[in-house]
């Protein structure tokens, strides 16, 4: 049922400082408005940062909760899939509405169950997963790294004195560029997994800025997606009405 967050559950999530997403399987519709009150991202086709993600292309359906359009043997491998592959994905908790699926993860080292309201369970990684990770592992003591818009990431550098990368399990696009001071120059790249990839030159006291570039080319590309999703998203329900009907 649709029932409103558990306050609960907004407190679980709010409290917690890791920065990772959550992996939804059959969850209530509310899932959608939680990433508002708790700041933590879920795996979803409703999020389009998300669904953009390139491991996560090849799932030809646009809600990640439910998966209507595979059979349950499917739904069933997909999901499995993704657990597995959580840390690279920045997944740090699953969360099931439904029991009949908590096999998924039951008996799973490398989850424990976190918290249980009524129906529905989480599941938080033993290890805890980031969205950021860098290379040397410890320079990420050495920086601050926040995002206080969709479009910016800041990064603030005490000391870097050896060439250093930073992976932001985000979905990469040529219209990232980086931006510092002092003439520090940030290559942005894409990284194997089609995740933004930094790379930083030895610095200190630095202070840098990534940001999407808006401009005339891309605005008409995210216009045009959009129009195509909304034009989209009719034909898809009535052929799946269609399919419900006949069945």
């Known amino acids: 049922p649709n029932t409103d967050i558990p306050p609960e559950m907004i407190k679980y999530f709010g409290e917690s400082t890791v920065k990772a997403r959550i992996l939804p399987i059959e969850c209530?519709?509310?899932?959608?408005?939680?990433?508002?009150?708790?700041?933590?991202?879920?795996?979803?086709?409703?999020?389009?940062?998300?669904?953009?993600?390139?491991?996560?292309?090849?799932?030809?359906?646009?809600?990640?909760?439910?998966?209507?359009?595979?059979?349950?043997?499917?739904?069933?491998?997909?999901?499995?899939?993704?657990?597995?592959?959580?840390?690279?994905?920045?997944?740090?908790?699953?969360?099931?509405?439904?029991?009949?699926?908590r096999f998924l993860v039951d008996g799973n080292p490398e989850f424990r169950l976190a918290l249980k309201i009524d129906s529905i369970a989480i599941?938080?990684?033993?290890?805890?997963?980031?969205?950021?990770?860098?290379?040397?592992?410890?320079?990420?003591?050495?920086?601050?790294?926040?995002?206080?818009?969709?479009?910016?990431?800041?990064?603030?550098?005490?000391?870097?004195?050896?060439?250093?990368?930073?992976?932001?399990?985000?979905?990469?696009?040529?219209y990232w560029k980086a931006h510092a001071n002092d003439g520090v120059n940030i290559e942005v790249k894409e990284d194997k997994d089609g995740y933004i990839l930094l790379v930083i030159p030895p610095t200190a006291n630095a202070e840098a800025a990534i940001r999407f570039s808006y401009s005339e080319e891309n605005l008409l590309y995210i216009v045009s997606a959009a129009a195509m999703l909304a034009f989209s998203l009719p034909i898809i329900k009535d052929l799946r009405k269609k399919r419900r009907q006949a069945s």
């Open 123 to 174: 599941y938080e990684a033993t290890e805890p997963v980031s969205l950021i990770e860098t290379y040397p592992f410890n320079a990420i003591s050495n920086m601050t790294i926040t995002q206080p818009y969709p479009d910016e990431i800041r990064i603030n550098i005490t000391s870097l004195e050896e060439p250093t990368t930073i992976t932001i399990k985000q979905a990469y696009m040529p």
């Open 28 to 101: 209530p519709k509310w899932i959608y408005t939680l990433p508002t009150y708790t700041q933590k991202p879920i795996i979803d086709g409703w999020s389009p940062q998300d669904k953009i993600l390139k491991p996560l292309l090849p799932i030809k359906d646009y809600r990640i909760n439910d998966l209507i359009d595979y059979p349950e043997g499917e739904r069933i491998r997909i999901w499995q899939s993704l657990i597995s592959n959580h840390t690279r994905l920045g997944i740090d908790w699953v969360m099931i509405g439904n029991e009949r699926l």
